[in-house]
């Protein structure tokens, strides 16, 4: 053992201070021995010189290892002072005890700024001051205000190229164009009662620009990038509610160097798992932009119309490149519109006032447009000849017909029956004789096969028939004369061209379609609480308050207290009967289709041990907000049951073995008031 180590242990026969072999030195006990003289300078258990208590007392002897002393060199920290050496009655002389207390008074010095370093160490280091908390109250207030709009304008690009110009009403029916470049939006888009349409622009002077196709599956990327990803104005501000209410605990960011603008607008910016959501800065506070991460556009042109979208694109690829962002550190968008889109971001503009008038002006006169609307997943051919006939009363054409249906075109039929209409064009001797168009007609599909008989008649023809006849017959006479009375024989040639062609749509379909747009226009009269089209929004903050006067009132908390009710439109008080109640909560509306197959680990079990227990698949809905909205756009009014397909992860399939799958589709079942007995996801469509 080292001279050091020796240094370290008691005097032999004494017990270790603050051991258990023996009471504290204090007060109390048998008097302490001296203490030996003081270790050397600089040694670690005895201070330098000139600090506080008595000087050194000579030179350490010679030979003999120093051992600490049995109590600290300039009193206890804690307790009553030790005695005097040489007994506990013995008093000190004057000078010694002076000194003695001028010691005991530096100790008591140098402990007092020891605790208040060591306090004042414990705030500094052991706890940080408290962060700022986010200020949520704008975003908040905006958020509800999208709620209560009765529709909803997107406009975004793709990658600097693809052009998208869309509108969504509070049940979900969209319209709206698309294009590449800066050649114009060449393609008109419509989207209701769950079905999607689109035809070329007007501007292309192209022949078929009135005439609406539903949409194929070679237009599936770009119509489910438009219908799937534009949500209501209801259902994205259930979103961005639910993305908010997960920054509720997070501090507040650094201040931006340049505060964001939306088209020259002033705004406040907030990250959340949707995206980077941008609302104005001043009050009323409003929706303005969500975009993805990644892409910082130059301050001031985001969205802005003073750059083509290609160059805001080009300048935003150079400012990351220079910036050298870490991709490590860049948030990612985990849910909402923008997950796995290819849009450079959304600018969002709710439609409110006399906005809302042209937009359901719009909406109806595309419904009305759908009469003609075919379908490009249905081949018709004709097989025969067919027949016609033309008199004076007219020409009359008939045809058969023979043909295929694709499997997503089968998807799109109601009560799995094919409508046909054939038109003919008749012409007599070369004379044109007007036309014919037969009546819807609805033709059952065996697999995916179709088959049937069409007919149309033109009395408008007659005349020409008659006049071209009389002249025929004159010619005849003439002949017969010149011949000796001989008699002559005369054909009045007449032909058909028909065409037969799939309506997408049958005529009752179109008009369901058209009474759907005026109910909306209609239920925007409905209580602001409902939202523009009696959809009950449940908006975190708000209250509901009882009915006063036909119109409900709503309050608001803190934190949404300038928000007012809605005025659009004022036309007259709303009563409930003028409303459907669009919430998950209604059972009036959706019968038991949330009841029974709602979401929950509750409705999992329960559909698990059904599955199991009846050997059939249980569907379940996995977000029954989101599922209420959907229903509400897929609702036609007075349609029949039927299946239609389901955005990606909104329902699941539960199976006989207990397996769960993704639905791909739901069933639909109307209720005996029209809306629905229950709704229920599948498998898929077939």
Not at 398 to 417: C, E, M, P, Y
Request: aromatic share 4%; with cysteine.
């Amino acid at each position: 053992m080292t001279e050091h180590e020796d240094a370290h242990r008691p005097p032999t026969g004494q017990p270790q201070q603050d051991s258990p072999d023996g009471p504290p030195p204090g007060t109390f006990g048998p008097p302490l021995p001296v203490p030996p003289a003081a270790p050397p300078p600089y040694s670690a258990y005895a201070s330098p010189p000139g600090s506080f208590g008595p000087p050194p007392q000579g030179p350490p002897q010679q030979g003999a290892p120093f051992s600490p002393p049995p109590y600290p060199p300039h009193g206890p920290l804690y307790g009553p002072p030790f005695p005097p050496p040489g007994g506990q009655g013995q008093r000190l002389p004057s000078a010694e005890r002076r000194r003695r207390l001028l010691l005991f008074g530096g100790a008591g010095v140098l402990i007092a700024a020891l605790l208040a370093g060591l306090l004042v160490w414990n705030n500094t280091s052991g706890s940080k001051e408290p962060e700022a908390k986010r200020d949520l109250g704008p975003f908040r207030q905006a958020v509800t205000v999208l709620a209560d709009s009765p529709g909803l304008r997107y406009e975004d690009s793709a990658a600097g190229l693809m052009k998208r110009d869309i509108t969504v009403t509070a049940s979900g029916s969209s319209f709206g164009t698309s294009g590449l470049g800066n050649g114009g939006l060449d393609r008109e888009i419509l989207h209701i009662g769950g079905r999607t349409f689109t035809r070329q622009g007007t501007q292309q002077g192209s022949e078929a620009s009135d005439t609406w196709t539903a949409a194929e599956e070679s237009d599936v990327r770009d119509t489910k990038e438009i219908v799937e990803r534009r949500p209501s104005p209801a259902l994205l501000a259930l979103q961005l509610s639910q993305a908010l209410n997960a920054l509720e605990k997070t501090p507040a960011p650094s201040e931006s160097a340049k505060p964001p603008t939306v088209n020259r607008t002033p705004a406040l910016a907030v990250d959340t798992s949707m995206g980077r959501l941008l609302v104005s800065e001043k009050k009323p506070h409003r929706v303005l932009r969500l975009e993805p991460y990644g892409l910082s556009w130059p301050a001031g042109a985001s969205g802005g119309e003073t750059e083509p979208s290609s160059v805001r694109f080009a300048h935003a690829m150079s400012q990351r490149a220079a910036e050298d962002e870490d991709p490590s550190e860049t948030p990612e968008v985990t849910d909402g519109p923008l997950q796995g889109s290819d849009s450079d971001g959304l600018d969002l503009a709710p439609v409110t006032g006399d906005a809302a008038d042209t937009m359901f002006d719009t909406l109806e006169k595309q419904a009305k447009e759908l009469n003609n609307a075919t379908d490009s997943g249905i081949t018709l051919n004709l097989s025969g000849s067919g027949t016609v006939h033309c008199g004076s009363g007219g020409c009359t054409a008939r045809n058969s017909f023979a043909g295929q249906i694709t499997t997503s075109a089968k998807s799109r039929l109601v009560d799995g029956k094919v409508t046909a209409v054939m038109t003919a064009s008749f012409s007599i001797d070369g004379r044109p004789a007007g036309q014919c168009t037969s009546p819807q007609s609805s033709f059952a599909v065996t697999s995916t096969s179709v088959s049937g008989n069409l007919s149309c008649s033109n009395p408008g023809a007659g005349p020409t028939f008659a006049s071209v006849e009389a002249q025929k017959k004159a010619e005849a006479r003439a002949r017969s004369r010149a011949s000796g009375g001989r008699p002559v024989q005369y054909q009045v040639p007449y032909r058909a061209d028909t065409l037969i062609t799939a309506r997408a749509l049958a005529t009752i379909e179109v008009k369901r379609l058209v009474d759907k747009v005026r109910q909306e226009r209609d239920g925007a009269n409905c209580s602001a609480s409902r939202g523009a089209s009696g959809a009950t929004h449940h908006i975190p903050g708000i209250l509901e308050e009882p009915v006063r006067g036909g119109v409900h009132e709503v309050r608001y908390t803190a934190a949404l207290a300038d928000h007012k009710r809605s005025t659009w439109p004022a036309a007259r008080p709303a009563s409930d009967e003028d409303c459907v109640n669009w919430s998950a909560k209604s059972v009036k509306t959706f019968g038991h289709s949330f009841k029974t197959h709602g979401a929950g680990a509750k409705n999992t079990k329960k559909l698990t041990d059904r599955a199991r227990n009846t050997g059939n698949q249980q569907g379940q809905w996995l977000d029954n907000d989101a599922a209420a909205q959907f229903l509400r756009s897929t609702h036609v009014p007075g349609s029949g049951p039927r299946r239609v397909r389901i955005p990606e992860g909104l329902g699941q399939v539960i199976m006989p073995d207990g397996t769960i799958v993704p639905a791909r589709a739901a069933t639909l079942v109307p209720g005996p008031g029209g809306l629905y007995r229950t709704a229920y996801p599948v498998v898929d469509l077939a």
